[in-house]
């Protein structure tokens, strides 16, 4: 096999794992993600960019909520509860992202998480700051 069709076949594996259900959810938690990221390094000039990447995250996350409490969603209870939790984090937490009160890699952070589950990743820990501001946290 030529390099172009090693090319064209491996393209065709990746577009396939694109399709499944877990590949787009992926790919929209990656896409999300990156936009974050992006705002956020950009500081003070990037804040219109970070308000509309929080804005998408914000929705990707009000769909995944949608579709966790469907009754036939096909993923364990406890598992729909951990991730109803995050979602709930994930709103109060860009609030204060867009009160210039934290930073956004904690939701960075919980995104990956998902994205790796997606992938089939072993979950690692996550650590979630408290709602409640602590004393000598992290101001921007």
């Known amino acids: 096999m030529d390099a ?24 929209v938690f990656a896409r999300t993600t990156a936009s974050l990221l992006a705002a956020e390094r950009r500081g003070k000039a990037g804040f219109n960019d970070l308000v509309g990447a929080l804005h998408d995250n914000r929705r990707l996350w009000d769909a995944l909520t949608v579709d966790l409490i ?40 919980i995104n990956q998480a998902v994205m790796n589950g997606l992938r089939g990743i072993a979950p690692q820990p996550v650590a979630v700051p408290s709602t409640a501001s602590a004393p000598g946290a992290e101001q921007r």
């Open 4 to 27: 172009s069709a090693q090319a064209i076949s491996a393209y065709g594996q990746a577009q396939k794992g694109a399709t499944t259900d877990r590949g787009i959810e992926y790919q």
């Open 70 to 109: 469907d009754d036939g969603n096909q993923l364990s209870p406890k598992l729909r509860a951990q991730l109803l939790s995050l979602a709930g984090f994930v709103r109060q937490h860009a609030a204060k992202v867009l009160r210039h009160q934290s930073s956004v890699q904690p939701i960075v952070d």
